[in-house]
C-alpha cells in the first residue's frame, strides 16, 4: 500500500496546476532567456505541486494522469515558457522506463520518492561519441560495491536534480540506467549549455568521478527488449507536445504583434491587420497549428487505449509510432514557420530586443534537433509504402 499520495489526485487537478505554473512561468520569462536566469523557483514550485509526479501509477499513490492530459500539460508549459516545458520531460520518461522493468520494491521506493518530491533530471548522452546509442559511461562492481564512473552533455535539468538518470555500460556488456544522488561525492554538475535556444533548460555537463550508487536504483535495460511497450511513442510524444506549445505560443504573439504593426501603403488599410495577405497568411498558419493539435491529440489518445489494453502486438506497438512520428512533423512545421512568420507579419517593431520575440524560433530551432523529421518522413514512407514497423527506441 502507498505510504504517500501526490496532491494531484486526477487530471482536472493536474491541469488547474499547469495553469497556475503557466501563469508564474510567464511572469520573467523573457528576462530568464536574455540573462540565462535558471528557474530555479519554478521548477521548485513544480515539483510541490506535485507536477512531477502526475504519471506515477495509481498503485503507488499516483494520480496516473492519461497520455493526453500529459501532453496538453506540456503543452501548457512549453507555451508560457518553452524552457520549463523542456526541464521536466526526460524525468517522465525516467518513470516509464522504472514502471517497465523495475523490480516491486524499486517501483515502492523511486515512486515513494517522487511522490515526496523527489526531482528526476536527464544525465544526457555523451558528447563525443560516435551516435547516442553509444555510451562510454561505466557502471563497476568491486566488492559488492556499485561505482559509475563518466561523463555526460546535453543533461536537461541537471541544476534542479536530486536524482540524475545515468545510462551506463554494465561489467557484463548491457546498459543500465542508474539514478544517482544530484549531491553525491564525485558529481560535477556544470552548466556550461550555451545553445542559441532553450537557454535555461541547464542542459550542459555533468561528471562522474567513481561515484557510490545504490543496487537498488540500477535498472537493466534489458527488460525494456523483452516486453511490448510503446516505450518510443510516449517519449516523443512529450517532445511533440513542447513544439506544439512553442508553436501556440509564437502563433498568440503574431497576433498581438500584427495588432500593433503598421500596415503597407499599397494596402490602403488602416491597421495591419486588415491586409488581405497577412489575413490569408494568419488563415495558412491557423491551420498548420490546428492540424499539429489535432495530430497531437490523436496519438495521445491511441497511446491511452493502448494502455488500457491487456496485450499490445507489433502492430499496435508500430501504429503508436507512426502517429507519433506524423505529429512530430506537423509540430516541427508549425513552431518554425509560425516562429519565422511572426516577423515577416510583424514588421521591423517586431524585431526590436526589447520584445524578445526571436525566442520563439531559437527555442524551436533547437529543441526539433532533438528528433530530426528527415527520418519521421523516412519511418512513414516505409511503415506505408513496404510494411516496415520503425526501429524501437525513444526516438521514433
Known amino acids: 500500500m502507498p505510504t504517500n499520495k501526490s496532491p494531484i489526485q486526477n487530471d482536472q487537478t493536474a491541469l488547474n496546476a499547469a495553469y497556475q ?36 501509477p495509481k498503485q503507488y499513490g499516483g494520480a496516473y494522469v492519461s497520455n493526453q492530459t500529459l501532453a496538453q500539460i506540456f503543452r501548457i508549459l512549453a507555451k508560457a515558457d518553452a524552457n520549463i516545458g523542456q526541464i521536466p520531460q526526460n524525468g517522465f520518461g525516467v518513470q516509464n ?38 555510451i562510454h559511461t561505466r557502471l563497476d562492481i ?28 554494465h561489467p557484463e556488456g548491457y546498459l543500465v540506467l542508474v539514478l544517482i544522488d544530484r549531491h553525491a561525492k564525485g558529481v560535477t554538475v556544470v552548466d ?20 557510490n550508487v545504490n543496487p537498488l536504483l540500477i535498472f537493466d535495460e534489458r527488460g525494456l527488449t523483452a516486453q511490448n511497450s510503446a516505450r518510443g511513442a510516449y517519449s516523443q510524444l512529450l517532445q511533440v507536445a513542447i513544439d506544439v506549445g512553442i508553436a501556440e505560443a509564437a502563433f498568440q504573439d503574431t497576433l498581438s504583434t500584427i495588432r ?5 501603403a499599397d494596402a490602403n488599410v488602416e491597421r495591419a491587420s486588415q491586409e488581405p495577405y497577412t489575413l490569408q497568411e494568419v488563415g495558412k498558419l491557423d491551420v498548420l497549428l490546428s492540424a499539429a493539435i489535432l495530430l497531437l491529440d490523436d496519438a495521445a489518445a491511441y497511446l491511452d487505449e493502448l494502455e488500457s489494453a491487456n496485450h499490445i502486438s507489433d502492430a499496435q506497438i508500430a501504429e503508436a509510432s507512426i502517429k507519433v512520428a506524423e505529429a512530430k512533423i506537423y509540430a516541427h512545421h508549425a513552431a518554425l514557420t509560425i516562429s519565422e512568420k511572426l516577423f515577416e507579419l510583424g514588421g521591423s517593431r517586431s524585431s526590436l ?17 532533438h528528433d530530426p523529421v528527415r527520418w519521421k518522413y523516412f519511418a512513414l514512407g516505409n511503415y506505408y509504402l513496404n510494411g516496415v514497423h520503425p526501429a524501437r527506441h525513444a526516438w521514433i
Not at 549549455?193 to 535555461?200: A, E, N, P, S, V
Open 21 to 56: 505554473l503557466a501563469d508564474l512561468a510567464l511572469e520573467q520569462r523573457n528576462l530568464r532567456d536574455q540573462k540565462r536566469i535558471l528557474p530555479h523557483e519554478i521548477i521548485k514550485t513544480l515539483v510541490e505541486k506535485g507536477l512531477a509526479a502526475i504519471r506515477v
Open 97 to 134: 522506463i522504472i514502471r517497465l522493468v523495475g523490480s516491486e520494491q524499486q517501483k515502492e521506493f523511486v515512486f515513494s520518492e517522487i511522490l515526496k518530491g523527489k526531482f528526476i533530471a536527464n544525465g544526457g548522452p555523451e558528447r563525443n561519441s560516435q551516435d547516442t546509442k553509444s
Open 142 to 169: 568491486e566488492n559488492n560495491q556499485y561505482f559509475v564512473t563518466g561523463e555526460k552533455f546535453y543533461s536537461t535539468g541537471s541544476q534542479f536534480a536530486d536524482w540524475l538518470a545515468i545510462k551506463a555500460q
Open 192 to 211: 556550461d549549455w550555451h545553445g542559441f535556444g532553450q537557454r535555461t533548460t541547464s542542459s550542459g555537463s555533468v561528471k562522474l568521478e567513481r561515484v
Open 260 to 264: 500593433k504593426a503598421r500596415p503597407i
Open 353 to 369: 530586443s526589447q520584445h524578445n520575440l526571436d525566442q520563439h524560433w531559437r527555442n524551436a530551432r533547437v529543441h526539433t534537433l
